[in-house]
């Protein structure tokens, strides 16, 4: 069976090697966009386009490239003779929250020009609720001639990657398929249980998209939970950690691991492709419903989140005159660019917010993020050495080897801002630091 995948992302590129060491036949679809162009050459040579770990991805290219089921290129001719084809292309939101279909539009545009009949039609990328239906299907329509349910099949299926698990998540989580018909359904849930060894739902278009939007806005709730808990713990002069570790030691009446309650960790921020965007394109799709109810939590829970970074900044000001310092006139380090500990994805990662509204001299490392279009990351020496104020934005594991006595040799001042509860606050303290944390009680 031949797949065409459309989009060479974080959830296109899983999907078209995972397939590939299934014995299908892969073509990797991508633009020559300025910004992922240069993934058609890196993929076709085995060479893994993304930063940080990603366990068994790297074996799984090599070997689909080098035994030819798997192979990249801007030509979407390939779609002609697919039975399947994917779509994985980015929708993100524009700066007034709004969704930027345009990638999608365009994407199934070139699908539709190039389907043949009997051809599965699978939308993995996350939209606002009705728009399989009433965007992209008239589209394939219209550029195939062909029509959705008779001579070509669609469906919904959610992508649930997550950077560091990306192979792992394909297999092993559950997917939801939602067909524009039950047949639709009945065949995409064949596909996906082709390679996902765990359950496939099957249910309509429109359930299907929702339930993706909630899964991530019950996510980022949950985090916005966890830090405005911190910030009142804080105001409270109670270390928000000790009090997160005993209410989540309430048990689940069955079973140890399930606890009754279940607070996140509070941070810098909230970063990433899917948080800071999903929950608009959920809400997005009430314009269309008359419902008398506005959401108030869900967007409230998103302001939480984007205030974090000016939490951080806030403390870092405050550290540092304790210290007897002006941020404007001091040498800030910053630890960690990427959104998220152990990857090297720097999308809407709160250290980007951190910056816009940070003063001083500011350099930033990250052992996962080897460049960014706005800000150049620095070798972790050069980070720390006369700083005065060391902040942590991004908990990878490698800060958890820092030695607080090397750190302190190494600073003009010593300050520290830990927006990850990476560091022992008293063990800081001991070590002569000034100590600030999201969740930590100074009084
Ligand atoms: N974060 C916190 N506190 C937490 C958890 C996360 O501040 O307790 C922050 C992270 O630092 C990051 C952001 O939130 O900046 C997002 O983190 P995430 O762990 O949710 O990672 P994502 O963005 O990769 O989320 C994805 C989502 N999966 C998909 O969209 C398919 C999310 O629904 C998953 O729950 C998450 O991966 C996961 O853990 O698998």
């Known amino acids: 069976m031949k797949v065409s995948v459309i989009g060479m992302g974080y959830v296109g590129i899983p999907l078209a090697v995972v397939l590939a060491s299934k014995g299908y036949t892969v073509a990797g679809i991508q633009r020559r966009s300025p910004r992922s162009w240069w993934k058609i050459s890196w993929l076709n040579i085995g060479k893994s386009p993304f930063d940080g770990e990603e366990p068994m991805f790297d074996e799984l290219l090599v070997d689909s490239v080098e035994s030819g089921g798997f192979w990249a290129t801007d030509n979407y001719s390939e779609i002609r003779d697919s039975d399947v084809v994917v779509v994985s292309v980015q929708t993100p939101v524009t700066q007034s929250k709004k969704p930027d279909l345009s990638h999608l539009e365009s994407a199934s545009r070139q699908v539709g020009e190039n389907l043949s009949t009997g051809t599965l039609v699978c939308i993995e990328s996350t939209v606002p609720p009705y728009t399989t239906e009433t965007i992209v299907k008239p589209i394939l329509e219209k550029e195939s001639g062909l029509n959705a349910g008779f001579e070509f099949n669609l469906v919904f299926c959610y992508e649930r990657v997550t950077p560091g698990r990306l192979i792992e998540n394909l297999l092993m989580l559950p997917r939801i398929v939602g067909g524009y018909t039950p047949e639709c359904a009945e065949r995409g849930a064949e596909f996906y249980a082709g390679f996902c060894e765990a359950k496939i739902f099957k249910t309509d278009l429109r359930t299907a998209e929702v339930s993706k939007l909630v899964e991530n806005s019950h996510r980022d709730v949950n985090i916005?939970?966890?830090?405005?808990?911190?910030?009142?713990?804080?105001?409270?002069?109670?270390?928000?950690?000790?009090?997160?570790?005993?209410?989540?030691?309430?048990?689940?009446?069955?079973?140890?691991?399930?606890?009754?309650?279940?607070i996140l960790t509070p941070g810098s921020g909230v970063g990433g492709h899917c948080l800071p965007k999903d929950p608009y394109l959920l809400l997005h799709g009430l314009k269309n419903s008359e419902i008398d109810y506005s959401p108030s939590l869900i967007p409230a829970a998103r302001r939480v989140n984007d205030f974090m970074p000016v939490v951080v900044k806030k403390l870092i000001d405050e550290a540092l005159q304790e210290a007897g310092r002006r941020t404007t006139d001091s040498k800030i380090g910053v630890l960690g660019l990427s959104y998220k500990e152990n990857t090297g994805d720097p999308r809407n990662s709160p250290t980007l917010k951190l910056l816009d509204i940070l003063s001083g001299s500011v350099k930033v490392h990250d052992p996962h993020v080897s460049s960014h279009m706005s800000v150049k990351p620095q070798p972790l020496i050069d980070t720390v050495l006369g700083s005065d104020c060391l902040v942590v934005m991004t908990n990878h594991s490698a800060y958890k080897e820092l030695e607080l006595e090397c750190i302190a040799s190494m600073m003009r001042t010593k300050t520290i801002v830990d927006g990850r509860g990476l560091f022992d606050p008293e063990e800081c303290i001991e070590k002569g630091f000034i100590y600030r944390g999201v969740g930590y009680a100074t009084h």
């Open 224 to 262: 916005a939970f966890a830090n405005e808990a911190a910030l009142i713990c804080s105001g409270l002069g109670v270390d928000f950690y000790k009090v997160r570790e005993m209410v989540n030691s309430l048990p689940m009446r069955l079973g140890p691991d399930n606890p009754y309650r279940n």
